[in-house]
């Protein structure tokens, strides 16, 4: 079973970048699909960006088109999220998830514990 560990929130102003990692460990890294939720008060949670196990397709929401890039290192276990052109809008818990040889945008079942993100002048 793999066991995720987020970093990288922080605060960031308007227009600003942040770049998240998780790091995985146990399991077997290549054969997860891994994804990134984030979870804003008073909201569910939803997905935002996914990134096949094989690294071969990758899924955004609307929200993260264009401005969110998610990558993945197998060889050092991590996937991480590069967020540009930050809003307000984008203040959330984060949470990095994977699901085992599941489609980038599917279901997840092993969870990180989660990063806050805050988007604030």
Known sequence: QV?????????????????????????????????????APGKERELIAGILWSGGATYYADSA??????????????????????????????YCAASPFGPPNGKYYYWGQGTQVTVSS
């Open 3 to 39: 066991q995720l560990v987020e970093s990288g929130g922080g605060l960031v102003q308007p227009g600003g970048s942040l770049r998240l990692s998780c790091a995985a460990s146990g399991g077997t890294f290549t054969s997860y699909s891994m994804g990134w939720f984030r979870q």
């Open 65 to 94: 088109k264009g401005r969110f890039t998610i990558s993945r290192d197998n060889a050092k276990r991590t996937v991480s999220l590069q967020m540009n052109n930050l809003n307000a809008e984008d203040t959330a818990v984060y």
